[in-house]
């Protein structure tokens, strides 16, 4: 066990209980140690930005940055009962089969599916399955919104294998398409991990804008062909925007 990080980690929890500042003395004795040793780890909490003082040598509480990592925890338990409404009503209107997907270290892993009816129409992925980040909807649109070099670390950790004719495996042209995503809000996945299953999603935002999680649809080929890629694309886009104002975003045209 480190014993100074178990000591750091019990000072942001005293200060977190406390809706009051409190002085280095009082911050010291209740997690028993002596006031150097606590005053040396405040200053590096403070420098990132998980404890605040008043003052230079004012009392500390605990910062914005605790309150931030606890709204991300929270959007993530929220998530899937937030969206749950949602995709039951998208997949009723559409007869597919409707996916939610959160974004685990730039991958897309699914934490919820609706099936219509109760039947499953495409064989293409469960709940705790990840994604495909080159050749799903869901994989496309969680790895496109991630900082570039997360972007760059994915498309190099595995070779792109060709599941079909229409997998693309040329990572230029991925990077291309990963930047289509980000300006319309949109991923496709055409015929692209399954030879009869199309794919859409859309990212799901949380209250600070950041994307956290996509929803995605999965219909059979002769339905896409049917409809025509828009209709479901248009559809979940609306659907992953609704599910977003429910998580407390607001798009800036509306701020």
């Known amino acids: 066990m480190n014993i100074t990080l178990e000591k750091g980690l019990r000072v942001l929890e005293c200060l977190a209980r406390r809706a009051e500042p409190m002085p280095l003395s009082d911050i010291a004795e209740s997690v028993e140690a002596n006031k150097s040793t606590v005053?040396?780890?405040?200053?590096?909490?403070?420098?990132?930005?998980?404890?605040?003082?008043?003052?230079?040598?004012?009392?500390?509480?605990?910062?914005?940055?605790?309150?931030?990592?606890?709204?991300?925890?929270f959007d993530r338990m929220l998530l899937p009962r937030k969206a749950g409404p949602f995709m039951y009503?998208?997949?009723?209107?559409?007869?597919?089969?409707?996916?939610?997907?959160?974004?685990?270290?730039?991958?897309?892993?699914?934490?919820?599916?609706?099936?219509?009816?109760?039947?499953?129409?495409?064989?293409?992925?469960?709940?705790?399955?990840?994604?495909?980040?080159?050749?799903?909807?869901?994989?496309?649109?969680?790895?496109?919104?991630?900082?570039?070099?997360?972007?760059?670390?994915?498309?190099?950790?595995?070779?792109?294998?060709?599941?079909?004719?229409?997998?693309?495996?040329?990572?230029?042209?991925?990077?291309?398409e990963y930047n289509a995503v980000r300006e319309t809000g949109r991923g496709f996945s055409r015929y692209e991990n399954s030879p009869d299953t199309f794919g859409t999603a859309a990212p799901i935002r949380n209250h600070e804008g950041r994307v956290i999680a996509a929803l995605g649809l999965a219909a059979p080929k002769s339905r896409a062909e049917e409809h025509g890629e828009g209709h479901f694309a248009d559809m979940l886009a609306t659907g992953a925007e609704r599910i977003s104002f429910a998580l407390g975003y607001a798009a800036e045209s509306m701020v």
């Open 39 to 73: 005053s040396r780890m405040l200053e590096t909490l403070k420098h990132h930005g998980y404890v605040q003082q008043e003052g230079r040598r004012g009392s500390y509480r605990a910062g914005l940055k605790v309150l931030t990592l606890s709204a991300n925890i």
């Open 89 to 176: 009503e998208l997949g009723e209107e559409s007869g597919c089969e409707i996916f939610l997907a959160a974004a685990t270290q730039g991958r897309a892993v699914i934490i919820s599916v609706y099936y219509p009816k109760g039947r499953r129409i495409c064989d293409v992925g469960s709940f705790g399955h990840e994604s495909s980040f080159y050749c799903t909807a869901l994989g496309k649109v969680v790895a496109a919104f991630q900082p570039r070099e997360t972007i760059h670390q994915l498309i190099r950790s595995e070779t792109l294998v060709r599941r079909t004719e229409q997998t693309m495996t040329d990572r230029n042209r991925l990077l291309e």
